[in-house]
């Protein structure tokens, strides 16, 4: 996600800090833009000297302290409420006090993830899509404090790199992923209890419901991880067992069959 971030505003014309996990973490990333950016060599979108144009607009470190010029920190870590609150304390201390914090949380309260901030009326949500580099939307999630001033200009900037903001105030899952993350569940519900193979349950949503993707497919996709954190998420916020992970997802985790990034869930990669 964080490497997608940085492909689509460095194409847009703005100048990108990448701050990485670790040497390794931050080439491998590295390695896929650059694939991303050969591709659309390939597809005849931009030219050789447009992508080098695009990556000389990319600086990467592994500091937080480069941080403190900064305009916008887009934050993309684990979906884990205490990692990204500790993230964002770090660059309250150290970003420049008009600096605006986003978080690309998924489910997450904005509002307590601001609430480990001295500026919680500078924190907002910008929730990418993945592959962000192909999807267009983008959920701007303003939390209880955060400024009317602030949710515009990220408004804005989401348009002017291209996406299509849709403003969401602050509930569980937000919109795209309280509607699909259960359909999701549901689909290895039915995995799960035989009502169908693996391949019927997306091959009929597919083309029974004109989806792109089958539920089973797609969590592969986003990663079992993340599914099963949404729900969690959901599950906690709503006291609502309508929302309680499927036991088979719970089982698939602890194996760490996530999917795509392990190369293997309820498809091999």
Known sequence: ????????????????LWKGRSVESLGRAHDRLNKNLLRLIEKEKIDEAEKETISKRITTTLNYEDCKDCDLVIEAIAEDMEVKK????????ICKPETILATNTSSLSI?????????PDKVIGMHFF?????MKLVEVIKGQLTDEQVHNTIHSFAEK?????????????????RLLIPLVNEGIGAFAEGVASRDEIDAAMKLGAGHPMGPLALADLIGLDVCFAIMEVLHTEFGDDKY????????????N?????TKEGFYKY
Request: net charge positive; charged share 20%; aromatic share 2%.
């Open 244 to 255: 309680r992970p499927h036991p088979l997802l719970r089982k698939m985790v602890r194996a």
């Open 1 to 16: 996600m964080g490497g997608g971030i940085v492909q689509v505003i460095a194409q847009s014309g703005y100048e990108v």
């Open 111 to 119: 509002t307590e993830i601001a609430a480990a901030t001295d500026r």
């Open 257 to 261: 069959l996530l999917g795509r990034k």
């Open 86 to 93: 500790e993230a964002l304390k770090t660059l309250d201390k």
């Open 130 to 134: 993945n592959p962000v580099h192909a």
């Open 161 to 177: 790199i291209g996406k299509v903001p849709s403003t969401v105030n602050e509930a569980p899952g937000f919109v795209v992923n």
